[in-house]
């Protein structure tokens, strides 16, 4: 049954492929025909889903069409990356489910990402993530979210050091892990195919969306994960 | 009859061909040769009440934006959008500028894309003439997009409109230099397959784009960056006042050796009103540290952008056009300074000039796309005069599709310069005013003509400047020099944000006239080839 996940010692077991289930018991569920029809289903809906990208073939590099942060491109990263987050034994390793804020989206992209784009990776991974482990994981208050962004504006992803997170938040607000994302480009030269002996070069810009967990009080990076998107060359894209 | 009978058969099909291709065809590009969308549209250039703009375009602009999503916008709608836009920023209304600045930029297409895409759409959108603008027309919107998210507050995003600025205005020239050719740290390599392959050369003159990103950078925390960008905006500022003292005549272009095994492209073109880097000085005399201390910015936008004209003998449509013309200092300021509280505050740095966008980097993409759709007209007229019938027919099919009258539509409102000034302004309601400097008081204070700062107004302050700008105004109602030029504002300033205020030069009918009917062209500069070429 597609992809089963076995969980270590202790874990709950999660079927990765069916996120919205709840996590316990999953693991002594039969297998059903029903079931195999959905992933069947949901298989066909991640093709279609991808095939909407109307992937260009760039010797071995897939390109995307249209925007970076198009609406489909941030369910896939929201979705991808949950899916890998959700398997992390940081939600199954204590009596206690963590507190995650998400404090930051780092842009370093040529590519405006305006609030609503940048709320709706949020969105989409917090949703996941609570679907996927219910009560294993508290996502603090969005308010208390904002003003912990807030006090975390000048610490940037790369520039600034990762201890320095734990050093000026508030003792009010309970948080055990920040969940911080990064886009940045990277311009490349790939060569296409074109026959035996024959090739030309095309100009392609990769997207690399770098998403970590960080531990609060140890600044101690739990996890992280990063996706790249190969879009068309565009000198947008990258700086000067 | 017999002979009449020969005729028939041999010119009518012929006719109704002709007649068929032409009407095919234009049913075909469905009014892609519509005279009415060549034409330049709401030219609201001379305008003295930029409210009034405001009211005039705001239900087409609401039609555009709001009222038909979904639909492909009409050909102009870029024009009418842009004007909009900045007649909202000289009103101060940043957040409708913002709004529609944003439109405009997801409304043309990506020219930085690769070969194929980038000039296919490039191609297509020259085709059904619909309105791209120009690179450096590209480059202002991104430009002063970013001026209304600086002053709305979001440092980030108006990073990225700094960085795509400057990106755009790489690439035109890089439209003739990526044609041509490379240069890397090996030196200068020919292409030959028309492949821009990175590092192409590029005109660095959007200083202002430079200055405007290190404060994004340095509003939004990444002081790291911020100092990178400082010193990365005064190399620029340095090449071009290197420029500026290497040009002996006023119309001269300067070549580019300052930095060793660079493209001898004309990257650097400096105005005839530019008279000294010394405005230049302030940025490379401000170190970062005194930089870190700034939390004002004025923005000054003055003159008219350079205009696109048609040249050249005007047989039929076919006309080459250049986009050059410049507003003398009577016309137009060229040198600013600010007063703060009545009290002189230095010069503001002219760091950006779209006449030597214009004028200085050889023809854009569109340019070549232009001369290339004259060359197709006469290779049309060419097979038209052919004595077989079926290339006459194809000679008419490619005069039919091929759209060869020079695009002259332009942005109407778009600023020839951008003048900066950037420092640290204690907190509390203040009084700003933007004054014209040097050359622009020729005729009315002959004691403060020349090269630099009006030093007797440091002493005198506002009110007397604006005393006499009364008098003399009151004396020639109709001079130029009026009191259009004296921009100001009260606004409180705090110190814990950037706070940018933007001040539109305000033209008035008088220059209006004066300068409609004559205006100055140049040709563009011949080209220059890579050292070792020569």
Known sequence: MGERLHGQDGYATLDASVLGNPVKDVSRRPVSRLSLLGLAI???????????????EAGEVELMRGGIFSETEIDRVGDLMARDLVRDPVFFKGQEP????????????????FGDVREAYVVRMRTQLKRALRD???????????????????WHIGETRVSELCDDIDEDIEVDYFLTAQFSSLPKVVHVAEGKDKYHTLNIVELLMTFSLINSE??????QNDLTTAAAFSRRDFRD | ??????????????????????????????????????????????????????????????KLVDGERGKRPPRDAGVTLLDYAAASLACGNYDEAQRIYYECIMLTNDLTLGISEGKASLMFDEAIKFWQG??????????????????????????????????????????????????????????DRYT?????????????????????????????RARGSWEQTQAVAQELADAARRVSRPTASTTWTSLDGRYQYPTVYVSPYRSLPHDLQVILDTDFEELKRTNTLAVYASGSRPRKVRTGAMRGQRVKFVHDTYLAPGESVHHAGLLIDGKYAGPMSHCLDLYGQAAGRGPSAKDRAQERKEAIENVGEALQQHGVFGVQYIGMLIQAINQEKADIRQWGLLPNAIHLWFGHVPAGRHRFACVPLGQNLRSTEPAVY???????????????????????????????????????????????????????EVFDEHTRLATMGTPHTYNLLPRRLPEGQK
């Open chain 1, 136 to 154: 294993r994981v508290i996502f603090i208050n969005q308010d208390v979210e904002r003003r912990l962004a807030a006090q975390l504006a000048a």
């Open chain 2, 196 to 224: 821009t392959k990175g590092g192409s050369v590029c005109q660095r003159d959007f200083l202002a784009a430079y200055v405007l990103r290190t404060l994004s950078y340095l509003f939004d925390g990444r002081e790291k």
């Open chain 1, 98 to 113: 963590p507190k995650i804020g998400f404090v930051k989206v780092q842009n370093d992209t040529n590519q405006y990402m």
């Open chain 2, 1 to 62: 009859m017999h002979n009449h009978g020969e005729r028939q058969s041999v010119i009518c099909p012929q006719v109704r061909l002709r007649w068929i291709a032409a009407v095919s065809m234009s049913v075909l590009l469905s009014g892609c040769a519509a005279n009415n969308a060549l034409q330049p549209t709401g030219d609201c250039w001379g305008t003295s009440d930029y409210r009034a703009v405001c009211s005039d375009r705001k239900p087409a602009v609401a």
């Open chain 2, 450 to 504: 020349g090269d630099g700062v009006a030093a007797p107004f440091v002493q005198i302050g506002e009110q007397a400047w604006l005393t006499m700008y009364r008098t003399q105004l009151n004396r020639q109602p109709h001079h130029p020099y009026a009191a259009r030029h004296l921009r100001h504002t009260v606004t409180s300033v705090s110190e814990r944000k950037l706070n940018v205020l933007f001040f539109a």
């Open chain 1, 218 to 223: 140890t600044a101690e990076l739990v996890w």
């Open chain 1, 42 to 56: 949901l298989t066909l809906g991640v093709t279609t889903t991808v095939g909407c990208k109307a992937p260009v």
């Open chain 2, 134 to 191: 120009e690179a450096y027309e590209r480059s202002m919107m991104e430009l002063l997009h970013g001026i209304c998210l600086l002053e709305m507050g979001d440092y980030a995003n108006a990073r990225v409109a700094f960085d795509r600025a400057i990106a755009t205005d790489v690439l035109s020239v890089g439209a003739v230099a990526g044609l041509e050719g490379t240069v890397s740290k090996k030196g200068f390599a020919p292409n």
